[in-house]
T-cell receptor
Framework: EPEVTQTPSHQVTQMGQEVILRCVPI?????FYWYRQILGQKVEFLVS????????KSEIFDDQFSVERPDGSNFTLKIRSTKLEDSAMYFC??????????????FGAGSRLTVL | AQSVTQLGSHVSVSEGALVLLRCNYS??????LFWYVQYPNQGLQLLLK??????LVKGINGFEAEFKKSETSFHLTKPSAHMSDAAEYFC???????????FGTGTRLQVFP
């Protein structure tokens, strides 16, 4: 069964460092997302991406965050200067499109980011 | 704005007992409703979804949920719990106007032998 692949599974970084989290969505999917889950809290929407541009972003997704799809397969989340509060599990998800009228997202296993 | 409330952050049941995980939503437009499960160290896996049509939805692993518009609820049930059902369960809502999911805070299900 096709799956969304995320790397790394766990990254530890120092505060202020740049981090790039990588995702390979399912190949024929058109919509891509990043969510995060701070330990013990709910899964929160960060950003959605379609047709090579951001379609929606949350208030969490400030200027420190960016996304891109550099080569048509990878979908990356960059945090420019990490803060302690960026420590969380980051989930990538993809969606084939809205022909069914509802968004069924397929999630990756997550990348755990620990900022020291 | 949409929101999801999951009552009970932890639910414990005995193996073979009924599982009931509660979810209430708030939406100003007809919602799409989802239940996802997260096993330890894994991603979020879709259990079932409601979009339109039949209000009783059957999912994987014997789970089902019923959309009750009058109660704004979408509770998840399973007649007989298995040890392998121990996981975190998330209710989520979206609608036709947005392509993002709004999640509840999750319910951790423990199953005792």
């Amino acid at each position: 069964e096709p799956e969304v692949t995320q790397t790394p599974s766990h990254q530890v970084t120092q505060m202020g460092q740049e981090v790039i989290l990588r995702c390979v969505p399912i190949s024929n999917h058109l919509y891509f997302y990043w969510y995060r889950q701070i330990l013990g809290q709910k899964v929160e929407f960060l950003v959605s991406f379609y047709n090579n541009e951001i379609s929606e972003k949350s208030e969490i997704f400030d200027d420190q965050f960016s996304v891109e799809r550099p080569d048509g397969s990878n979908f990356t989340l960059k945090i420019r200067s990490t803060k302690l509060e960026d420590s969380a599990m980051y989930f990538c998800a993809s969606n084939p499109g809205r022909s069914s009228g509802a968004n069924v997202l397929t999630f990756g296993a997550g990348s755990r980011l620990t900022v020291l | 704005a949409q929101s999801v409330t999951q009552l009970g952050s932890h639910v414990s049941v005995s193996e073979g007992a009924l599982v009931l995980l509660r979810c209430n939503y708030s939406s100003s437009v007809p919602p799409y409703l989802f239940w996802y499960v997260q096993y330890p160290n894994q991603g979020l896996q879709l259990l079932l979804k409601y979009t339109t049509g039949a209000t009783l939805v059957k999912g994987i692993n014997g789970f089902e949920a019923e959309f009750k518009k009058s109660e704004t609820s979408f509770h998840l049930t399973k007649p007989s719990a298995h040890m392998s059902d121990a996981a975190e369960y998330f209710c989520a809502v979206s609608d036709d106007n947005t392509d993002k999911l709004i999640f509840g805070t999750g319910t951790r299900l423990q199953v005792f032998p």
